[in-house]
């Protein structure tokens, strides 16, 4: 029996993988974070499976779930909100089935920095302007950052940086970021993407605290933070440009 780790996208329940779909229908037991996966996706399960929401216990309750259902024979649906490489805590659950010596494997999803922007209508890497892009959090409550992944520190590249689990320290970000970015650089806050109650905010790194604060938005949010988010004026993309050399592809004889 396997365990099947799922990206459950960012919210919108069609944003899931048709992979992540046909293994939730497969899967007897689901486990799933019920403050943030969407309770449409638990339709695909199948009839009489047992649904159990992760949201209020700890790591070991959720992993004593797991094994039980393998020894049971079970295969298990462990759903994730967006994309389980990013901020999932998948990696402890996945050191103790190693551990157990219990199979699973991994479906990606859809991560929430790339719902924010689709939303957003913007490529995070536009030539010329910016082509990193910063995964990170902040410390407040949450596991402290290692050393060297403080955002004075990451922020001294100036590169596209998106923030997660951090709205709630939006002035202390602003604070951080505005000596390497200024305080002109674009700002984007998306709570909720691809929900329908999703809350879409521009500004700069002088004004989005505010902005933030007047919507009430606490929690289910990424900040965008980068001159990607209003570039207008760049070269375009070597990829589809006249002087690229391209090789001249000739037809087998099959083909004609």
């Excluded at 779909?21 to 309770?39: H, K, M, T």
């Excluded at 010596?101 to 995070?124: C, D, H, M, Q, T």
């Excluded at 001159?227 to 592809?249: G, I, K, M, Q």
């Amino acid at each position: 029996m396997t365990i099947r780790f799922i990206g459950a996208g960012p919210g919108a329940a069609d944003l899931i993988t048709v992979r992540g779909q046909r293994a939730i229908a497969a899967s007897p037991v689901c486990l799933y974070a019920g403050s943030l996966v969407p309770e449409e996706l638990l339709r695909d399960c199948p009839p009489g499976a047992r649904l159990v929401d992760t949201a209020n216990m700890t790591l070991e309750g959720i992993v004593a779930e797991m094994l039980a259902a393998h020894q049971a024979g079970h295969d298990v649906a462990r759903l994730h909100s967006g994309d389980p490489s990013v901020f999932s805590a998948m990696a402890e659950q996945m050191r103790r089935l190693d551990a157990a010596a219990v199979p699973y494997e991994v479906i990606p999803g859809v991560p929430a920095f790339a719902a924010a922007a689709a939303s957003l209508k913007r490529e995070l890497t536009v030539p010329g302007v910016g082509q990193t892009i910063t995964l990170t959090r902040t410390s407040a409550r949450a596991t402290p950052m290692p050393d060297g992944e403080d955002l004075d520190t990451l922020g001294r590249s100036r590169a596209t940086m998106v923030l997660h689990l951090a709205v709630q320290r939006v002035e202390a970000v602003v604070e951080e970021l505005v000596p390497n970015y200024g305080a002109d650089c674009p700002v984007a806050v998306v709570a909720r993407a691809s929900r329908d109650d999703e809350v879409v905010l521009r500004g700069t790194l002088a004004d989005i605290a505010g902005q933030v604060r007047a919507a009430g938005i606490l929690r289910t949010a990424v900040i965008v933070v980068g001159r990607v988010l209003t570039a207008s004026e760049f070269p375009d993309s070597h990829l589809y440009s006249d002087a690229r050399c391209r090789p001249v592809l000739s037809r087998s004889s099959s083909d004609e």
